[in-house]
């Protein structure tokens, strides 16, 4: 497949040209008949558009009228004008009216108010984030939102109202086709968003890849099909493919044979329809076990310390020499490699030291700069000289070289993961900067114990549906995140620490998952041996599925 080429304009929009293969696939789907009305909203060079009078003519339209029955809208003229282009170079004439320059959102809107809906729309829609949105634009697409009874913030990127709006714009036996990112699936502000995907389409299906689609860019990529009249099979379903090129011998029909999955009407991940049915059945009845405790109820978990600027303020041990800081430093973890097993121990600590890692987070004194010591005013004097005082997060500081927020935790939990998440005991008396989450246990829990059965097969299978994960694999729990975890807890007492620390640190979590899911889940919970091995399947299926996502040509 050639490599996808952007122009100024396009990177403005803030997406890559959609490979043939996607757009030829997208429309094939959704055109069903020779008279329906296309819309692409955000059509760029056209190849949508080319794509959707092929698909029309495939189905009995001629070649000289389909292109009647589509419309393109682009933000940019010079976009736009390759979109015309590109039809008059199949020998059709383009006319304005085709092709439109402009903002979606207003046309939307005049459309909705003309009562013009349409048979299907496709495309593409702009991946950017709200801070880089046009302010008109903005405007345009919350309203458009809210109408939709959606709740828009300044978190959303632009592909959300574009996959709103365009639902609006369908007609009640329509058909959507888009490719939007995978953070559909699991961030928290697109929430809302599929709730209304759920509530508005009958069915609705996910192409997805095992590879990322664009070169160099760390962006999973899925194709949504969305039916607001399904038939009489309502439900969601995922197909996943190897590559794009895949989608060249591909054939949609094949879609109907794919297992549909029963809808969750609610603001859930949809990690979880990467599962079967019987699996997704298995998760929804344990979360809904008042008996099973979350994370939340045993333990407060934050984000580590801010500085502002690790490289100044996070020091090795030569450096704190060096300086003549010994006195106003506090020990700091900073790197999730260095939490080996489920114990942070004071000889863990002395090797990190050892190691001269950046091991020592810098407390200067909260006093006015002509009050300091010696030592301190010139290492301030170096920063400014650095210029690490403009950072933001410095200089809204009243005295920019005081880190705010330092306690010491009595935990650790690691922000992002690679293999699984665990949390690590704190016996080191260290705090951590914000690659690592600090943890409070909390209701008088014993903290041996937690850490210990935090590692099971249950916990870990919906760390995979309740994190987030990106193109490049990394599994990533924001605090709200890590406190919404089911954690069995009944006769964790009977779990040795200091056995599951020395296994972690040999790299066999094998064996620890058969020790603990045995106590916490046989015993505990009265799970069947085949439950507990299904728990220990969707974390190894999903865990596998977010690992090997890389680019391929």
Known sequence: MPKPQKTLSQKLRGGYYTPLPIARFLVDWAIKSPTDA??????????????????????????ETAKNNIIGIEYYESEAEKARHRIQSKGLKSQKNQVLCGDFFHYCKQYLADNVFFDAIVGNPPFIRYQNFPKEQMVAAFAIMKRAGLHPNRLINTWIPFLIASTLLLKKDGRLAMVIPAELFQVNYAAEARLFLSETYKRITMVTFKKLVFEGVQEEIVLILGERDGG????????????????????????????????????????????????????????SNSMLPVSGEVIDVDVGVVTGENKYFVLSEQQVQEYRLEKYVDRIIGRSMSLKGTILSEKDWKEIVKSQQPSFLLRMPEK???????????????????????????????????????????????????????????????????????????????????????LNSLTLAFAEVTGRSYGGGVLTFEPSEAERLPLPLKYAEEIDLNNVDRLLREKDIQAVLNMNDEILLNKGLNLSKREAQMLRNIWVKLRDRRINRKYTP
């Open 38 to 63: 296309i819309l692409e909203p955000s059509c760029g060079d056209g190849i949508f558009l080319e794509s959707a009078i092929n698909s029309l003519v495939k189905v009995g339209a001629k070649r």
């Open 232 to 287: 009489e099979n309502h439900g969601i379903r995922v197909e996943e493919l190897n590559n794009v090129d895949d989608l060249n011998y591909f054939n949609p029909e094949h879609l109907s044979s794919v297992e549909l999955k029963l809808m969750d009407h609610s603001t859930e991940k949809w990690t979880q329809y990467f599962l079967d049915n019987k699996e997704i059945e298995l998760l929804r009845q344990l979360k």
């Open 368 to 454: 006015p700069y002509q009050k300091l010591p010696k030592e301190i005013k010139e290492y301030i004097k170096y920063g400014e000289e650095e210029k690490f005082h403009l950072g933001y997060k410095c200089r809204i500081r009243k005295h920019w070289w005081v880190v705010p927020s330092v306690w010491i935790p009595d935990a650790f939990m690691l922000r992002q993961v690679h293999g699984y998440p665990k949390l690590i005991l704190n016996r080191a008396n260290a705090t951590s900067t914000d690659t690592i989450h600090r943890v409070k246990f909390i209701n008088d829990v014993d903290g041996k114990t937690i850490v210990a059965a935090f």
